[in-house]
């Protein structure tokens, strides 16, 4: 069965250090994975998906599937980047989106 | 280019009562998908809807229904309402690709089933 896993709800960081958010997934076929991202008051936003190997507001992500992760980092934290981070699973061509739970991300000055 | 949009923003209703969900689709988009997202958790897929035919459905029950018009909107419909569907309902919009679609969620309609 497809699913994906952030075992951190809470991540509290300074500003300035790293910050990873972790991500697994289990999927039978070839993934597809995004990054979604929802500040505070805003709707859940697009942050970069694995196909584009983009980087945006700083983070990159890379699929490892030897390990079955999608890890979300930045090298140094901003305080504009304190909001709720989602993983996601494409289980189709279509983009239907198997999401987690969800990790929220503090910095503080 | 207009974004997606829901309506209403809250909407509060009594167990057994029936709901209808809107959502107007980002400019030229003509797919569109629905998500419930409960407290504390992830959004789950309930169904899709491409030129007005349901195209995938997740892992919920026949009163959820579903509806999506030539103009690409769509509404969600939520029969015999229950406790456990007070939740943030997602409506998210794409247009299909040869690559795999990216979705664009509105600001979502907040539930609450009393």
């Known amino acids: 069965a497809q699913r994906v896993t952030q075992p951190e709800k809470l991540l509290s960081v300074f500003k300035g250090a790293p910050v990873e958010l972790k991500c697994n997934y289990s999927?039978?076929?070839?993934?597809?994975l995004f990054w979604y991202v929802q500040y505070s008051r805003q709707r859940l936003q697009l942050l970069l998906r694995?196909?584009s190997r983009e980087s945006i507001k700083g983070f990159t992500a890379d699929l490892n599937k030897g390990e079955t992760s999608f890890h979300l980092k930045k090298p140094f934290a901003q305080e504009e980047d304190s909001a709720m981070y989602y993983c996601a699973l494409a289980t189709d061509s279509w983009g239907k989106l198997q999401f987690g739970a969800g990790t929220q991300v503090v910095v503080t000055p | 280019e207009t974004g997606v949009t829901q309506s209403p923003t809250h909407l509060i209703k009594t167990r057994g009562q029936q709901v209808t969900l809107r959502c107007s689709s980002q400019?030229?988009?003509?797919?569109v998908s629905w998500y419930q997202q409960a407290l504390g958790q992830g959004p789950q897929f309930i169904f899709q809807?491409?030129?007005?035919?349901?195209?995938g459905r997740g892992n919920f029950p026949p009163r959820f229904s579903g509806l999506q018009f030539p103009n690409y909107s769509s509404e969600l419909n939520v029969n015999a309402l229950e406790l456990d569907d007070s939740a943030l309902y997602l409506c998210a919009s794409s247009f299909r690709t040869q690559q795999t679609d990216t979705q664009y969620f509105g600001p979502g309609t907040r539930l609450t089933v009393l």
């Open positions: 999927y039978s076929g070839s993934p597809e």
């Open positions: 694995h196909i």
């Open positions: 809807y491409y030129r007005e035919e349901e195209n």
């Open positions: 400019s030229g988009h003509n797919t």
